[in-house]
């Protein structure tokens, strides 16, 4: 490919786009250091060539990458470490003070809002913040929050959010109480013109304009279609269903429901297309396209996903502008560059990179599989016509697997796993997505016109009814997703990676070859799992400490993940994550001990994003009426997930595939007491609560002696007295602490005995 053959600047903002990824995993310290070694490297390079006049344009262009490398460094020492140093400062209990700038999300269970924080404690701060609400808050943008709470950085998590995802955010709180929290109401009173006098007026006026526009969607389309239309023109998926945002997401297509540059592209698109068939001049085409494009981020609220993306059609048109023969790789990787100095955050959101990744491949080798395919003409228009459309459909399947191949890192990194029917989904989505963006703006335009407006109305009902189907059956299939976890993957995408770079450095004779390593990622790939599948056992992990506990079950790629943790949603988060390394694209069934206002609101976030089968509860004590509200609000979470639940009493065994398990809960002083015991062929394996060892419980106690192995653990309350427990000879004895360990009495002589001393254990058995 030979990509920076003849193209300096291309590969000088490599060099940066590259050290500032690398700078944002550095710690600050020793960031300093190195800025600090380049920057001397710098100047004896400088002496050197002064000194050898021969060697000067290779010291030149040692110097000019060096300088690269420094810029990338301080700019992000400077914009981000020092800004998120001033924030650790003030991490723990502290009164805030803040404005909320935008709604993030929102439902019955939980909010969550993005918010400016102005004062803490008593001193002025200028950061922005996630607010995380454990319950339905009705806040709007420009109202300010009054409240007491803990704030964190960016390492920790909050009811499953974190700030990995948010670009300029620096501190992260939550709210579980309303009253420690207050809140004074933008003053809408006021005549509107007033609104720019007023603090974060400006912003309210952009929100109530996309609000009025989103609304207004909703009035002409319908509430189902309109949330559909308000997704694809402005991104915003809030009125959209949880299980249609997961069908998009599984079926490869979840870039359709972002304003991405595909969108811009689309309506700019059509807008210059229309200007140029009405012979307008080039110019002044630029000028129109340029400012409607501002009036498009005017309505999406500049999120920052939209100003990247206009930023970047913006400087592709000044360098249209000065040369219409602009090297597209080289235009891509200046964007990269400038947008990365304007707004460094950018280097922490992933979706900026998925699109560079996505449009690299687009501009470097999707036009060699152009050339190959040659236009075809022939004398009868129809057949010219039918040569024509294969000829596009197969291009949009090359511009679907070209961009799957970029993207395929980072796929594994963030989501471990790849939609294997992404390229069926492109193929037929993405014409009816033109049209359907097109057609949505025309409607909006003449929704008035009597007739046309009503059919045009009708039209995009029907598309957006075509679109939420074809992803719902798309997605519905098993094999939708592919796990790409598995531990082999690491090595085999480590390979790809490494040898597509070389192809996309060096010259090549055979274009041809840029699809090998794909080829050959596919082919090995396939083999493995194949293998894996083959070969895979039966398992059951456990991770936990005294406190909090799951334990999952896995077999030829179904999981079920049985809870004790309270509720807390890191450990579903990380049972799911580790179920990727058997295969597992989603959940086949989770089984709760017992059902807190935790619970739900960490199902909540967890079903958003990922699919759940089935969902098992203890059936609540029918004389406790909050045991059956939360119950009933669990069933109606998971309906709306469309997951089924299932009812099951203590004691009762349930299945995963050929994994049998029964669970026991205890009720014991107001708290409760967890036993499992899990058989998938010969052996029985058993976890115990050492609380539960105080029931008189035959079948409990005779489970326990015929265990091969037995783990103790700990309902959440540390063990003050001696327990005594009969169990085999054979048995091999795990306990989840030393402090069990001391107060455990066992009848057997086992040697097979174990403790850990560690916060957190971590288990694997091999169920034979």
């Keep these: 490919m030979h990509l920076f053959h003849r193209r300096p600047l291309c590969l000088f903002c490599t060099i940066f786009a590259v050290s500032s990824i690398l700078a944002s995993d550095i710690y600050r310290e020793h960031k300093i250091s190195l800025i600090a070694i380049f920057v001397v490297i710098f100047a004896l390079l400088s002496v050197v060539g002064l000194l050898l006049k021969n060697q000067r344009i290779r010291i030149l262009s040692a110097c000019l990458c ?4 420094i810029t990338a460094m301080s700019n992000s020492f400077l914009r981000i470490d020092m800004v998120k140093a001033r924030a650790e400062k003030y991490q723990g209990d502290q009164i805030v003070v803040c404005d909320v700038i935008d709604e993030s999300y ?16 008593n001193e002025t701060v200028s950061f922005k913040a996630v607010a995380v609400f454990d319950f339905k808050a009705d806040l709007c943008v420009g109202d300010r929050l009054y409240a007491k709470t803990t704030l964190y950085g960016e390492n920790d998590s909050v009811m499953g959010v974190s700030l990995s995802d948010n670009s300029e955010d620096v501190l992260l709180f939550s709210v579980e109480d309303p009253a420690f929290a207050v809140v004074e109401k933008f003053n809408k009173d006021i005549p509107k013109y007033k609104y720019i006098t007023e603090q974060n007026g400006l912003r309210v006026i952009m929100h109530d304009i996309k609000q009025g526009l989103n609304n207004h969607v909703n009035d002409l389309f319908g509430e189902q279609s309109g949330a559909v239309v308000n997704g694809f023109l402005l991104g915003d998926t809030t009125d959209i269903p949880t299980d249609v945002i997961r069908d998009f997401r599984r079926s490869g297509v979840s870039h359709l429901l972002a304003v991405s540059g595909l969108h811009i592209s689309i309506l700019l698109g059509a807008l210059d297309l229309l200007l140029k068939k009405l012979y307008v001049h080039k110019n002044i085409r630029i000028v129109v396209v340029t400012v409607m494009s501002f009036a498009f981020l005017a309505l999406v609220g500049f999120s920052m996903s939209a100003v990247r993306c206009v930023f970047m059609l913006w400087i592709a048109y000044i360098i249209f502008m000065i040369s219409e023969e602009a090297d597209p790789p080289t235009t891509l990787f200046v964007a990269v560059t400038l947008i990365l100095i304007i707004l460094p955050y950018s280097v922490y959101s992933l979706g900026f990179w998925m699109s560079f990744l996505a449009t690299l491949g687009l501009v470097t080798v999707y036009p060699v599989f ?12 129809l057949i010219s016509r039918f040569f024509k459309i ?23 990194k963030f989501f471990r796993e790849i939609s294997v029917v992404s390229i069926p989904s492109n193929l037929i989505l993405s014409p009816i997505t033109s049209l359907y963006l097109i057609i949505s703006v025309i409607t909006l335009i003449t929704s008035s016109i009597p007739v046309i407006g009503d059919i045009l109305v009708i039209i995009v009902q029907f598309l957006s009814g075509v679109i939420v189907w074809i992803t719902n059956k798309l997605s519905s299939f098993d094999f939708a997703t592919v796990s790409l976890g598995y531990w082999f993957a690491d090595y085999l995408i480590a390979g790809f990676v490494i040898f597509m770079l070389v192809l996309m450095v060096v010259k090549l004779s055979k274009k041809w070859l840029l699809f090998l390593p794909l080829i050959s990622f596919v082919v090995v790939f396939t083999a493995c799992v194949s293998i894996f599948n083959y070969s895979a056992p039966k398992g059951l992990y456990y991770s936990g400490n005294d406190t909090s506990k799951t334990i999952s079950l896995y077999e030829s790629g179904s999981t079920c993940i049985i809870d004790g943790s309270g509720g807390k949603y890191n450990n579903f988060s990380s049972s799911y994550y580790k179920a990727k390394e058997y295969g597992c694209t989603y959940v086949d069934m989770i089984v709760f001990t017992d059902v807190t206002k935790n619970h739900i609101s960490s199902m909540e976030y967890f079903l958003r994003s990922n699919v759940v089968k089935k969902i098992y509860i203890p059936i609540p004590n029918e004389d406790d009426e909050k045991q059956i509200n939360l119950a009933i609000e669990m069933t109606r979470l998971a309906n709306q997930c469309k997951t089924q639940v299932y009812l099951y009493k203590s004691g009762e065994t349930l299945s995963l595939d050929n994994i049998r398990f029964r669970i026991d809960v205890f009720e014991i002083e107001q708290d409760k007491a967890l036993s499992l015991f899990v058989s998938g062929g010969q052996d029985l394996y058993g976890y115990v609560d050492v609380a539960a060892l105080s029931v008189n419980d035959f079948e409990l106690h005779q489970h ?3 265990s091969d192995t037995l783990v103790f653990g700990n309902n959440n309350k540390s063990v003050e007295e001696m327990f005594y427990c009969d169990v085999s000879e054979n048995t091999t004895i795990i306990y989840t602490s030393f402090d069990i360990a001391e107060k455990s009495s066992i009848s057997s002589n086992t040697d097979k005995t174990y403790y850990s001393n560690l916060k957190w254990l971590y288990l694997y058995f091999k169920i034979n």
């Design 370 to 381: 152009e050339n190959v395919i040659p236009k075809t003409k022939h004398r009868s228009k």
């Design 66 to 69: 060096l300088i690269a490398v």
């Design 390 to 412: 294969g000829r596009s459909a197969i291009l949009i399947c090359a511009m679907t697997i070209i961009s799957n191949m970029f993207l395929l890192p980072i796929q594994w």
């Design 704 to 706: 326990i002696l015929n």
């Design 106 to 121: 929102s439902s019955e269970y939980s909010s969550s809002y993005r918010v400016r924080i102005n004062q803490i404690g």
